[in-house]
């Protein structure tokens, strides 16, 4: 017998995410992008210290995919790199409420680390 | 392998590029097949521009990817073996099937076979008690598995633990049978041992394993 069930999937439900995925999301909050260029953007913005390989990146992509936070944009060639066509990924709405999400997590974590004076308050 | 120890845009030789790409697509074999299909392609443009963008240590660069795969192969083999299991579950269920409607035949044959030994033995008198015991609980292990296969035919969580209830008292029903008369065909003991704790197991495996939609 085979039973259905209905499950409600919320953002909230779906964190914390991965320090990749919430990259990844990041990246594709300023709109499509390669796996490259996603790749070259998390390693500029983290300076270095998160550098995704092909593996973690395309793993991370596929289940984001699968979960419906990205969804594909098409392929086309990259001016700026050369002739190939490379696959592009861009954030879905529910994609871009789970990174809102997630990143309202994150603030409130820095707020109570600010609160007990883990760190220091707020720049101006 | 000398060559591929200069990578990068600075590569004196444009063969290092490509033997490169070699090693990498040998180890994208650690992927699963599925896996390298969908994206097998784009993750060796990928490593062609991490190799165009160049480093000055080589070693370092082939240490970076070996390390990728390791920490993401394992992971996505995992996946797609829960994903084939997951895909499996009707199957188990067919399994399933056909193992609670030979249950159910083999139960009945067990009781029946007994009843006719009782109605055997009494006719030329030489029924002893620990064979009427051993016959009494082998009727009782026939019935108990009988009532096993039905209820697990039915597929329905009461059906599911009314089986595995009713396989387990049938095991421990034959066993006693078996301590108390010691003579037992091999097929009696396949039947009345192997039976239910397949009854069990797949009873079991079929509570664990999600339902597909």
């Known amino acids: 017998m085979v039973r259905s069930e209905t499950k409600v999937v919320t953002p909230e439900s779906l964190l914390p995410l991965a320090p990749a995925t919430f990259q990844i999301l990041l990246t594709l909050v300023d709109g499509e992008c390669h796996g490259y260029a996603i790749m070259k953007e998390v390693a500029e913005r983290t300076e270095g210290k998160v550098r995704l390989g092909a593996g973690t990146l395309y793993g991370a992509l596929k289940r984001l995919l699968e979960s419906g936070l990205v969804e594909e944009g098409g392929e086309r060639a990259d001016q700026e790199l050369d002739d190939e066509r490379r696959r592009y990924y861009r954030l879905t709405k529910f994609g871009l409420r789970v990174a809102r999400a997630e990143a309202r997590r994150l603030e409130a974590m820095v707020r109570a680390a600010r609160r007990k004076k883990l760190i220091g308050p707020e720049p101006a | 392998m000398s060559s591929l120890m200069t990578s990068g845009a600075d590569s004196p030789r444009p063969n290092a590029r490509s033997r490169a790409?070699?090693?990498?697509?040998?180890l994208l074999h650690a992927y699963p097949s599925s896996f390298r299909a969908d994206y097998g392609r784009d993750m060796t443009q990928l490593f062609r521009d991490q190799w165009r963008e160049g480093s000055r240590n080589a070693l370092h660069f082939w240490c970076t990817i070996a390390w990728d795969v390791a920490q993401s192969a394992p992971h996505l083999r995992l996946?797609?073996?829960?994903?084939?299991?997951?895909?499996?579950?009707?199957?188990?269920?067919?399994i399933m099937k056909i193992i609670s409607i030979l249950t159910v035949l083999l139960g009945l044959f067990t009781a029946l076979s007994a009843v006719g030994e009782v109605a055997a033995g009494s006719q030329q008198g030489a029924l002893g008690t620990a064979y009427l015991l051993a016959i009494v609980l082998g009727a009782v292990a026939g019935g108990l598995l009988l009532t096993a296969g039905v209820a697990a035919?039915?597929?329905?969580?009461?059906?599911?633990?009314t089986a595995s209830r009713c396989a387990i008292a049938s095991l421990v029903a034959f066993l006693v049978a078996r301590l108390v008369f010691g003579w037992m065909s091999i097929f009696a003991q396949l039947v009345g041992i192997v039976l239910p704790i397949a009854i069990i197991v797949m009873l079991y495996r079929r509570r664990r394993a999600p339902e597909v939609a």
């Open chain 2, 21 to 26: 790409e070699k090693i990498y697509r040998l």
């Open chain 2, 79 to 94: 996946e797609a073996w829960r994903g084939r299991v997951q895909a499996n579950t009707p199957t188990m269920g067919v």
């Open chain 2, 153 to 161: 035919l039915r597929d329905t969580p009461s059906g599911r633990r």
